[in-house]
């Protein structure tokens, strides 16, 4: 089994800063991409941003030079720094990586998901 495991949610004022990270554990042969995505209340999840292995970055418009992604491979981990939050950054965010199983390896890469952390930005 593959688990992916958010932390680091919360109330942040607007201006505010706040890190997200998620850990990646379980039978686990290789990440590829691993990125985050939110879903606010009445709209589709969207992507936030994304990382390669190599370290390629890919953000959302709406948050280019506010929100930093990073992985760490050895801890198969990704973290996104959140700065300058705004009232509509508020969402449940989700970690996402596209991972081979170890014990399905004839599946291939797949997208696994962890459970989602609130993320509230008012005053």
């Known amino acids: 089994q593959v688990q992916l495991v958010e932390s680091g949610g919360g109330l942040v004022q607007p201006g505010g800063s706040l890190r997200l990270s998620c850990a990646a554990s379980?039978?686990?042969?290789?990440?590829?991409?691993m990125g985050w995505y939110r879903q606010a209340p009445g709209k589709e999840r969207e992507l936030v941003a994304t990382?390669?292995?190599?370290?390629?970055?890919n953000y959302a418009d709406s948050v280019k030079g506010r929100f930093t992604i990073s992985r760490d491979g050895a801890k198969n981990t990704v973290s996104l720094q959140m700065n300058s939050v705004k009232p509509e950054d508020t969402a449940v965010y989700y970690c996402?990586?596209?991972?081979?199983?170890?014990?399905?390896?004839?599946?291939?890469?797949?997208?696994?998901w962890g459970q989602g952390t609130q993320v509230t930005v008012s005053s």
């Open positions: 996402n990586g596209n991972i081979v199983n170890a014990r399905r390896m004839f599946l291939g890469s797949q997208d696994y």
């Open positions: 379980g039978s686990i042969l290789s990440i590829n991409t």
């Open positions: 990382i390669s292995t190599g370290g390629g970055t």
